[in-house]
C-alpha cells in the first residue's frame, strides 16, 4: 500500500461514474455535479458555537452522475473510496408522502438532501463515486450533500443561492444522519477557491477568501488512518456543553463570550467539563483571528505556533483528539522544518495538518513512517475550487 493518497481527478472520477451509470441502467446519465472534501486549517469545535473558521476546500472530489426516469423512485449506487459498491432505492418525496430517515444509514445523508431540495424532484437513477477518504476529518459527508445538491439543481433546473445551498445541506444532516454539525463544512465545501482558504464568520455568515500564498512552505496532511464515526461519538456531547455555558452566561452562543467570562461560569459551580469546552471556544476563535492575520502578513512562523496551541486546546480542553494524533504532533514537533502542526476537524481520530517547508516534506514523511505506531497516509494540500455542475 501507498503512503501518499493521491486525487484521481475530475476527469478521471467522472469517467468512472459515467461507465458505472452505463454499467447499471443501460443509458447515459443527463446530469452531472460535483464537490469538494475540505481541510480545516484552524478553527474547529467552533463553528457550531458561531466562531471563526479558516477551512480550504480539496482537489479530492465526490461526483454524482444522473437522469431523471419516469418514475416515482430514486435508485441511487455508491462507490465508495474502498472500491466498496452499495445500492438503495427510496420514493421521491410528493406533497402527501414525506422523505423519512431510514436504513441503509449512508441513504440519509442523500435522502436528507432530496427531502430538503426547494424544487421537485422527479425519480431518478443516480451513481455517486468519491475519492474523499472517509472518516478522516475531510468532510466526505458534506462533499456527499453537496454534490447531491448541486446533481439535483443540474437534473431540475433549479437554482438555489450559495449560502442558501450550504444552509439546506446543513439542515439535512441535522435531520436525517442526525448530526448536529456546524455550518462549516457545507459552507466550504459550496464556496471553496483554488489557491485560497476561506475564513467564515459563522454567525453572520459572511466570508473573506484569503490567498494562500506560502512560499517555500506547504501544507502537509498527515491522516493517522483511525476512523471515527461522529454520531456515535461524543460530537453532540461536545455542542450540548458548549450551549450550557452560552445559556449560563445568557448569550446565544459562546461567540460573544470573553476570557473573564470564565470566572462568571466558576461562580456559577459550573462543571469543570463545561469551563473546559468555554474556554477552547473562546481560545480558538481568537487563534483563529490570530493566524489568518498572520497568514496574510506571512508571518508563518506565528502561524505554526498557533497550531500547536489549538492543538493542546483541542487535546486537553475539547477533548476531541485521540493517542494517535497527539502521537503525530509530538512526533512534527522534533522534526527539522515543521513550523506547526494540528489535528484538524472533528477529531477522534482523522488528520493532522503540518506546516513545513518544501525542501523538507520527504524527511517529515520519513520520520514520522518511522516512529508513528499506525500506518499513515500523506498529502500536500492543494487549495482548489467548490461545488460545481459537470458539463458531460
Excluded at 481527478?9 to 468512472?16: S, T
Excluded at 489568518?292 to 508571518?299: C, F, G, P, V
Excluded at 497550531?307 to 486546546?313: D, L, M, R, T, W
Excluded at 515543521?338 to 517547508?357: D, E, N, P, Q, S
Amino acid at each position: 500500500m501507498s503512503n501518499e493518497e493521491i486525487p484521481r481527478g475530475e476527469a478521471a472520477l467522472l469517467q468512472k461514474a459515467r461507465e458505472k451509470f452505463l454499467a447499471t441502467f443501460g443509458r447515459q446519465p443527463t446530469a452531472a455535479a460535483g464537490a469538494p472534501g475540505r481541510l480545516n486549517l484552524i478553527g474547529d469545535h467552533i463553528d457550531y458555537c458561531e466562531g471563526f473558521v479558516l477551512p480550504a476546500a480539496l482537489p479530492f472530489l465526490t461526483l454524482v452522475v444522473g437522469a431523471s426516469n419516469n418514475s416515482t423512485e430514486c435508485n441511487v449506487v455508491s462507490v465508495l473510496s474502498s472500491g466498496e459498491v452499495v445500492s438503495a432505492s427510496f420514493p421521491a418525496p410528493t406533497t402527501s408522502t414525506a422523505l423519512k430517515p431510514g436504513p441503509p444509514a449512508w441513504t440519509n445523508y442523500v435522502k436528507g438532501v432530496v427531502a430538503n431540495f426547494p424544487g421537485e424532484v422527479p425519480g431518478f437513477d443516480a451513481v455517486i463515486v468519491t475519492d474523499v477518504p472517509m472518516g478522516s476529518g475531510l468532510s466526505s459527508s458534506a462533499a456527499v450533500e453537496v454534490s447531491v445538491f448541486s446533481f439535483l439543481e443540474a437534473l431540475t433546473g433549479t437554482k438555489v443561492g450559495l449560502v442558501e445551498k450550504a444552509k439546506l445541506c446543513q439542515k439535512a444532516e441535522h435531520e436525517f444522519p442526525g448530526m448536529p454539525c456546524g455550518i462549516m463544512d457545507q459552507y466550504i465545501v459550496t464556496m471553496g477557491k483554488k489557491d485560497h482558504a476561506l475564513l467564515i464568520d459563522c454567525r453572520s455568515l459572511e466570508a473573506e477568501q484569503i490567498p494562500l500564498d506560502l512560499g517555500d512552505l506547504a501544507i502537509l496532511v498527515t491522516n493517522s488512518n483511525v476512523k471515527h464515526q461522529l454520531t456515535g461519538s461524543e460530537y453532540p456531547q461536545r455542542r450540548a456543553q458548549c450551549q450550557e455555558a452560552a445559556d449560563r452566561l445568557g448569550l446565544p452562543s459562546l461567540r460573544g463570550a470573553r476570557i473573564e467570562d470564565l470566572e462568571k461560569l466558576k461562580a456559577q459551580n459550573c462543571d469543570d467539563l463545561v469551563l473546559k469546552r468555554a474556554r477552547h471556544v473562546i481560545e480558538e476563535t481568537r487563534m483563529t483571528v490570530e493566524a489568518t492575520k498572520a497568514m496574510k502578513e506571512k508571518d508563518f512562523r506565528r502561524v505554526g505556533e498557533l497550531f500547536y496551541q489549538s492543538h493542546e486546546s483541542l487535546s486537553h480542553l475539547m477533548e476531541v483528539s485521540c493517542p494517535e494524533l497527539d502521537q503525530i504532533v509530538d512526533i512534527m514537533r522534533g522534526v527539522p522544518g515543521v513550523l506547526g502542526a494540528r489535528m484538524t476537524g472533528g477529531g477522534f481520530g482523522g488528520c493532522v495538518v503540518t506546516l513545513v517547508k518544501k525542501s523538507d516534506l520527504d524527511d517529515v514523511k520519513q520520520h514520522v513512517l518511522s516512529q508513528y505506531k499506525g500506518k499513515p497516509t500523506f498529502f500536500v494540500c492543494q487549495p482548489s475550487d467548490g461545488a460545481r455542475i459537470l458539463k458531460l
